[in-house]
């Protein structure tokens, strides 16, 4: 099956697009297309994500940071999520003290298929919240 990886596109990534001859048009896309799916996101989190969780949007990049209810394990959620097919970045790899437990980070850029994306989050928050009632 196919994989819906809610991963970003790293500055690493910029130069060899501009080496390519990536134009004015990809990133007029890049940057408003980004923008809809960041609020898009934002309001699929709020929709389909346990209730107690916040989202914020760092500024700089095409990111949410996701706090999830403390009674959600992140690696037993991204175990999961990776079963059905969704990738995210787990909060603790951001952090040199494996803090970050109860978060994760999702990418609002680069998609071209905006409609997988919220199946995914809706399947990421029934899997957030099954978790969430067997911690209890």
């Known amino acids: 099956g196919k ?18 001859g990536v134009g004015q048009d990809f990133w007029h896309f890049m940057l408003y297309g980004d923008m809809k799916t960041e609020a898009d996101m934002r309001q699929w989190v709020r929709e389909y994500v346990p209730e107690g969780t916040r ?41 040199p003290t494996w803090g ?9 850029g680069g998609s071209t298929d905006w409609n997988r994306i919220e199946p995914a989050m809706a399947m990421l928050g029934q899997l957030a919240t099954a978790i969430m009632h067997a911690e209890r």
């Not at 819906?4 to 080496?19: F, G």
């Not at 760092?58 to 990738?87: C, K, S, Y």
Request: net charge negative.
């Open 100 to 108: 970050y437990t109860h978060h994760i980070r999702l990418c609002c």
């Open 3 to 20: 994989f819906v990886r809610l991963e970003p596109m790293t500055e690493a990534h910029i130069p060899a697009l501009a080496e390519i």
């Open 55 to 95: 989202v914020t949007h760092p500024r700089g990049g095409f990111t949410l940071w996701v706090e999830l209810p403390n009674t959600v394990d992140v690696m037993e959620l991204h175990r999961r999520a990776l079963e059905q097919g969704i990738g995210f970045s787990p909060g603790m790899l951001f952090s």
